[in-house]
Each structure stands twice: as C-alpha cells, then as structure tokens.
C-alpha cells in the first residue's frame, strides 16, 4: 500500500510513523508513506498557499491551485483508489472504513487547514470525506496520523498475530473483553478463575460472554448497528 499525505505542516505529522508500529510498517516494506508540502506546488514568491475568503469573513482558505498541481502531479504517475479530506464535517471515521481502506493499494490524504479548502477542491479532486470526531482540531495532520494508525495496523503481516487485529474493539460491533497479565493475584485482586483453568473452548465462550456485556454497558449503540 501507498499513502501520499498532502500538507502544509508535514512536520507535524512525522513523528507518530517514526514510532511503534508504523514504523515497523513501513521498514517491513508493507507500506510506504510519502508526504508534500503544499507550499512546494506554489508558484508565488511568497509561497502562498492561503487567502482571504470571497465575501469577507475570518480565516483563511487553502488555495485551488497549489493542491491541483500536488494531486495532477501524484495521479500523472499512479491510480488512486481514494483521495481523502480530511475534515470535522466529513464521515465519522468508523472500524468499518478503516478495514475496507487497509485494502486499498494507493490513496492520498488531504489534510485541511484555516478555514478548510476552496470548495471545488472537494467539488473536483476528493472521493472521500473523513472526520475523526465531533471536535474542531487546528488541522487535518492530526486527524491523518490516526487515519493512518488505524488502517496501517490491519495490513495483513504488520502485526505479528495475525489475529490480534481482529479481536480488537469495534470488530463485529462489539468491544473487546477485559484482559489480565501477571500476577494472577495483585494485593488480592484476582483474575477472573476461567482464564486460568487451560479449558480454552470455556475461555473462548467467557470471552464472548464479557464483550457483548461490556458492550451492552458502555456502548449499547453498537449492538443496534448493522
Ligand atoms: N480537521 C479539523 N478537525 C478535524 C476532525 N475532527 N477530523 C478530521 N480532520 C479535521
């Protein structure tokens, strides 16, 4: 898989592949991450990449042209499976979306900025719009970087256990059960019995038993989604 970012604060995003498992992604050679500064593609002195909005109002907008050129230049050399925005007003981003984008081969991902981005940007370029949650951030690089985290974990041989990532939470709408390590007894709190009775087909069924019940507490709204 191949993810192009596009920004104007790559510097912001950088770090959180340069750590833990996208990291280890991308040394595996299971993803490659490229990301453009936007002011690269200007073709001002100034680099510009921002101006005033028509018809008077705060903050500024990213400009058409700059994020044209970036988007022409990356597709003149591959398909694109999805060019994401991302932005508060966009989808919620949902376990569901993110395991069909880990199949995806190349996608670029727009980070907004100011005020967001000249409309036909989104009219013209973007065939997905994605919102990481009911908050306004300062920028998309934020929202990229859990984008990313979230769909570079599901590529197949990026976590060692192969079944581990889908055991997580929100897999089957249901939330993962508790899980316990050493010692069996910490100050007199114990781990649940079963877990240490070998008998893996009850563990398996306790297992099951306790996420649709931590789910039924904590997040009944999942039990309701298709
Ligand atoms: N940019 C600003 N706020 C955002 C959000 N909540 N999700 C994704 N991108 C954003």
């Not at 591959?78 to 995806?104: C, F, H, V, W």
């Not at 981005?117 to 998309?140: A, N, P, W």
């Not at 390590?181 to 781990?191: A, N």
Request: glycine fraction near 8%; charge should be negative.
């Amino acid at each position: 898989m191949r993810i192009d970012i596009i920004t104007v604060l790559p510097e912001l995003l950088k770090s959180p592949f340069e750590a833990s498992i996208m990291k280890r992604a991308i040394e595996k050679g299971k993803v490659r991450v490229y990301f453009h500064n936007l002011r690269d593609y200007t073709s001002n002195a100034y680099k510009t990449v921002d101006d005033y909005q028509f018809g008077g109002g705060a903050g500024m907008v990213l400009l058409i042209e700059p994020i044209d050129k970036c988007i022409s230049e990356l597709k003149s050399h591959r398909e694109y499976d999805e060019i994401i925005y991302m932005t508060p007003d966009g989808e919620r981003l949902q376990q569901r979306s993110a395991n069909s984008l880990s199949l995806k081969k190349n996608i670029i991902i727009l980070c907004g900025h100011y005020k967001g981005v000249d409309q036909r940007v989104r009219d013209l370029f973007i065939t997905k719009e994605i919102s990481i949650g009911d908050y306004v951030l300062s920028g998309g690089e934020l929202g990229a970087a859990v984008l990313c985290d979230a769909i570079i974990r599901l590529i197949p041989g990026v976590i060692g256990d192969e079944t581990s990532a889908l055991s997580d939470s929100f897999q089957d709408n249901l939330l993962a059960p508790p899980v316990y390590t050493r010692p069996s007894d910490y100050k007199g709190h114990k781990v649940p019995e079963i877990l240490l009775s070998g008998n893996f087909p009850k563990i398996e069924n306790w297992r099951e038993e306790q996420a649709y019940l931590r789910t039924k507490n904590l997040r009944p709204d999942l039990l309701n989604e298709d």
